[in-house]
């Protein structure tokens, strides 16, 4: 199986700050690879996929980059609003999937 | 207005059965590959499942924690998803989230039904 380590766990920023979380794959996704924001007591909300893809709706400070085994999440300016948990999700050739643990972004 | 609901969530004793509903509407659900994610309280997003739609097979795969003991099926006629659940054990209390995607990611989710298993 996949298996799929975000870092870092927690990271806090202040608003106005260019934020990076990682996710690193234990093998080559090629780039099957998408990013949900989560916030407490709801569902999560598809932010990217295909790697690199912006979902609809979603706001452009969001991109995300990386392909093989290692990709990135980036927030150019954090706005309040993006103060959630993160996370990464692979989705192999044989149509299954596994997530991240998790990147808690807390206000500083 | 594209949407899934689950339902079905209760308390129940360790090993005992349940099963989770999830009604579609707004999109094409015979056409939809359906997935079941859960989040233990506190915790991350874990797969639980995904079972394909008819014309690409039917076939249901599961995540190994819960591979022989739960079930996905669905009902095209009536454009609901059920995931039925035996041999529960503590570790699977969780939200249990019905979702579905392109592109090898999930856009529609449910609000989630929580299912608790203790004695």
């Known amino acids: 199986d996949i298996q799929m380590t975000q870092s870092p766990s927690t990271l806090s920023a202040s608003v106005g700050d260019r934020v990076t979380i990682t996710c690193r794959a234990s093998?080559?996704?090629?780039?099957?690879l998408a990013w949900y924001q989560q916030k407490p007591g709801k569902a999560p909300k598809l932010l990217i996929y295909?790697?690199?893809s912006l979902e609809s709706g979603v706001p452009s400070r969001f991109s995300g980059s990386g392909s093989g085994t290692e990709f990135t999440l980036t927030i150019s300016s954090l706005q309040p609003d993006d103060f959630a948990t993160y996370y990464c999700?692979?989705?192999?050739?044989?149509?299954?999937?596994?997530f991240g643990q998790g990147t808690k972004l807390e206000i500083k | 207005e594209v949407q899934v609901v689950e339902s079905g969530g209760d308390l129940v004793k360790p090993g005992g059965s349940l099963r989770l509903s999830c009604a579609a509407s707004?999109?094409?659900?015979?056409?939809?590959?359906m997935n079941w994610v859960r989040q233990a309280p506190g915790k991350g997003l874990e797969w639980v499942g995904r079972?394909?739609?008819?014309?690409?097979?039917?076939?249901?795969d599961f995540a190994a924690p819960v591979k022989g003991r739960f079930i996905i099926s669905r009902d095209d006629s009536k454009n609901t998803l059920y995931v039925q659940m035996n041999s529960l054990k503590t570790e699977d209390t969780a939200v249990y989230y019905c979702?579905?995607?392109?592109?090898?990611?999930?856009?529609?989710w449910g609000q989630g039904t929580m299912v608790t298993v203790s004695s």
């Open positions: 979702t579905t995607g392109d592109h090898g990611a999930f856009n529609i």
């Open positions: 707004g999109f094409t659900f015979r056409n939809a590959w």
């Open positions: 079972i394909k739609s008819k014309a690409d097979g039917g076939t249901a």
């Open positions: 093998q080559s996704l090629s780039s099957w």
């Open positions: 295909k790697a690199s």
């Open positions: 999700q692979q989705y192999d050739t044989y149509f299954m999937f596994t």
